[in-house]
């Protein structure tokens, strides 16, 4: 009967990690413990993804019971363990999803100012880019000017359309 | 061109233009950055090709309930969180990744290397009525103003990116650890949940004695074909992640010396963490 022992043991714990719940003989209600943890003030992303850790270990310490004591218990123990293992795996992936969520609160101070830095870096690469196209623009007016004073009148056309493509806009 | 077929006053000034110009410019070499920050662009976009997220890993469990419920008619899910938690990762993967962007451009070599060569041809063979210009003086001129052109923007470049590692600094590392964060930590302890849910679904297959041999075989080598699964998927991250730590120390070489940022030092670190990147990205690029 030793094992049962240990049931209740698990089981306990579990419920202790909760603090302020209630386990008593039945598993566990489902996102009650997610209730708590979302409404729980001042909790960062790392905490949160430290006690869904903490809590997979612990869930893992009641699977690995029932594997290794599977032959001494009843069918209804094992199916009462199961479920348990099961319920609580499914809340431990909700807190690392919470977890994964919270991070947009923590980071969004971090997020605006990368952007404006990467906006400015993208207006200098602009700038300096234009250089070449003020040396351009530069030259193609020059080269109508020249295209003018030697009468030349393809030269013309052919600075006027230099001036207007897109590029040395 | 030599210098001794100048005019005087000509000579004169290119001996100064160039002094000024070289002594601004001689160290200008940013490539280490640009190629430092290209391949961190290259790292970082490996996100694109993970084969899990959020959203599939909550789409898998779902999935999972429903063989487990024997149930394939009811198969509603709820995985709004999950695909927010993704959003949340991508938002922070693309702003990191628009800063490396940003640096890259900045700091690649070709960016001042201005051409004057269609100045020069249309000063040296235009006519300009009774204004002669000399080919060769022209030709200085244009050489003089280009390298002093490189210098001054070249300058201005380095202190304006020096500006822009520093600033960036704390606000892109903190990004750089929540990603990691977010990859390494919750998404793969999502995959260790979704392991022990595996494990708590086959174990009773497997160990059922009213089943056939056949049936109890067939159960344990699906569960270790998902397990291999997740195992591949894990890694993965886990590559993500030092990739995502090789960017952070790389970038910490540059903020520490951001004032000699083109040192020898400062290449050989920076072309370390960059091979060790590339490693990491064939080895993604290999799974």
Redesign the interface.
Known sequence: MAHRWKIAFVRYAICESKSTFTCENKAVKKGSHLYYFKNMPNLKAQQVKELADNLLRMTNALGDYRYENSEHLSENENWQIKELHRQQLEDTTELYTLSAVLIMEEVEMSLQKIETITKETIALYKKLGTVQHVLDRATSILTLATAIIGLNVKGITSSIKSLLSPVSK | MPVRMLSPKLKNFAICFVGVALSLSSCVNLRHISEFSKTSIEGIEQYDSLSTS?FE??LQ?ARQESIRKFDIHHTEYDCE??N??DS??K??YK??Q??F???S??SQNE??N???D??TQ??AT????PLKLNETDVKAYSDISTLL?RAI?DTY?RK?LKE?IT??H???L??LQ?LE??LE???T??L???K??L??FY??FV?DKRLSTYERTKFAEDYFRRISEIDAQQKELQTLAEILREISKGHQSLYNNSGHMTDKQVRKELLGYGSQMENSIRSLRNM
Request: with cysteine.
């Open positions: 959020f890993v909550c469990d969180q999950n927010k938690a949340i990762t938002i922070i702003a990191t628009s800063y962007d940003g640096l451009d900045l960016l001042t201005y051409n004057t269609n100045l249309t000063l235009g006519d300009f009525g052109l923007t470049r304006k822009y600033q960036a704390g606000p892109l903190k990004l929540f964060l977010n930590g919750n998404l302890g999502k260790n949940v979704q022990s849910s494990k708590n174990f009773d160990k």
